[in-house]
């Protein structure tokens, strides 16, 4: 079998010379220059929601290399995979049992909610440690001991979730210990469901994997566009080999239901394409990667205490804070010096490096770091980190008023945060990135999700209004 059978096809239909009959109305030639690798189901492509043929191979060869008992290809990011990892959930859960309930970190995504008021569940949310670790909106590290009290509690009240929802690696590159987590899910017989959009490339360190799938989730996505060489939107839905088996057919089905009936075989190419590197040279380039980002982040953190956050190994995670800046004033000054960055907030400022990238990316960002650390901060300079203790005061002041359907759906206006206090949050307002609801969608928005609007330069927030 081929490495690249989708992109084979195509390559061989496009200088084939064919009259093109059929969608897309560009006819294969156009301004982008890739027009001709974009297609349609024709005869012999294939249907992503019904494959039998070329696309089903090219998910079987990324399977294998992600020994997934099952990998599912969508063109519509994670935002679609997360959605159809919840249906499926939903739909191993016993029936019967009254509002089902998901039990999830706060840090999610607001893929999660969207999920929540399409399928209308409910969420339990497991906050992060109130000594305020983390100390970020994208962080929320959970003990094995914490996720188990948590399970045991809503089993006593007769309230078991359908599943437990952690998102690994997170935004700032933590990662949760997925493994203990996992067995401690499998001790009460609840999947765990992991949102690794991040995470893809984990499977191909040079120290052994460390993808969320190989420590024991049952089901989860990895956006292929943020990590691995592959085009923007495209990504994958896992399945394990624990709780959760649906069928193939059920998995297309979920798929389909979240995503657009026209996917686009640009991105599907790029996905096949990406197994074709993956069984090929590209581990070998992840190593050097790894390596070069490791010799970076040693070098940097030799510039000022505190400088490099722990991340996971593509991630450059600087807390500009150490330098006496804003995270956002760092991102400039690194603009300055060409390179442009994923991610800035007051504190910290987020790096991506890839195999893709080349030496002098990773010399810019050394040049731009120690400018910031030569010249001096502009103006007084205060810690810019949300206050001490706003977490755990954003956690008492959310309380729920009605379920994350009713709130989304419901007639609602943008108001300014001042007007929102004391309100209940319909569609979930966020910075983006990192996309992360601070108040929740049904909930009260009390003043601390209000100073964290301000933090993250959130001025409107959607409310209900009836
Ligand atoms: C943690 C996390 N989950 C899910 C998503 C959604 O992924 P996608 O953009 O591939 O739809 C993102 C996007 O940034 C994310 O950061």
């Known amino acids: 079998m081929s490495a690249t059978p989708l992109a084979d096809f195509v390559r061989a239909y496009a200088e084939a010379g064919i009259s093109r009959l059929h969608m897309p109305g560009h006819k294969g030639h156009g301004p982008l220059g ?5 297609l349609t189901e024709i005869a012999g492509a294939d249907e992503l929601y019904e494959a039998e043929g070329i696309i089903a191979q090219s998910e079987t060869n990324t399977a294998r290399l992600f020994g997934s008992a099952g990998t599912f290809y969508g063109t519509e990011g994670s935002s679609q995979c997360i959605r159809a990892m919840l249906f499926l959930a939903l739909q191993a859960a016993p029936a019967g049992q009254g509002r089902p309930v998901l039990l999830a970190a706060r840090n999610a995504h607001k893929a ?3 999920a929540a008021a399409l399928l209308d ?4 949310w497991l906050w992060p440690p109130a000594d305020g670790q983390g100390g970020s909106l994208c962080a929320c590290p959970m003990s094995p001991e914490t996720l188990d009290a948590a399970l045991t509690g809503l089993e006593q009240t007769g309230n078991s979730p359908f599943g437990v929802y952690l998102t690994s690696p997170d935004y700032l590159g933590g990662m949760q210990d997925v493994g203990a987590l996992a067995s401690v899910c499998h001790a009460h017989r609840t999947p765990l469901l992991v949102d690794h959009a991040h995470g893809a490339y984990l499977r191909f360190l040079p120290g052994g994997s460390r993808h969320a799938l190989d420590q024991g989730a049952d089901l989860c996505c990895d956006s292929a566009h943020k990590t691995l060489p592959v085009l923007t939107g495209g990504a994958y839905l896992h399945l394990g080999h624990g709780l959760l088996r649906p069928e193939p057919a059920a998995v297309r089905g979920a798929m389909c239901l979240f995503g657009s009936t026209s996917p686009s075989y640009l991105i599907m190419q790029s996905l096949d394409l990406c197994a074709g590197a993956l069984a090929g040279p590209w581990p070998g380039e992840l190593a050097a990667c790894v390596e070069a980002v490791n010799g970076l982040k040693a070098r940097l953190a030799r510039l000022a205490p505190g400088l490099v956050r722990p991340a996971e190994p593509l991630k450059l995670v600087l807390d500009a804070n150490a330098l006496g800046r804003s995270g956002r004033a760092l991102a400039d000054l690194l603009r300055v010096h060409k390179v442009e960055c994923e991610y800035a907030d007051g504190q910290y400022v987020v790096l991506m490096f890839a195999p893709g990238n080349r030496p002098l990316d990773y010399e810019r960002v050394e040049q731009g770091v120690k400018a910031a650390v030569q010249a001096p901060a502009e103006g007084a300079f205060r810690r810019n980190a949300p206050a001490p203790g706003l977490w755990v005061r954003l956690e008492e002041q959310a309380r729920p008023q009605c379920t994350i359907r009713q709130a989304v759906f419901a ?6 945060v001042e007007q929102a206090v004391g309100r209940v949050c319909a569609l979930p307002t966020v910075a983006c990135p990192p996309a992360i609801p601070i108040a929740v969608s049904g909930e009260t928005i009390g003043p601390a999700a209000a ?9 409107r927030v959607a409310v209900t209004t009836e």
């Open 451 to 459: 100073e964290l609007f301000g933090y993250y330069g959130i001025r």
């Open 121 to 124: 569940f409910d969420i339990r």
């Open 112 to 114: 999660l909610l969207y």
């Open 411 to 416: 007639r609602q206006a943008l108001v300014p």
């Open 34 to 38: 890739c027009e001709a690798w974009d």
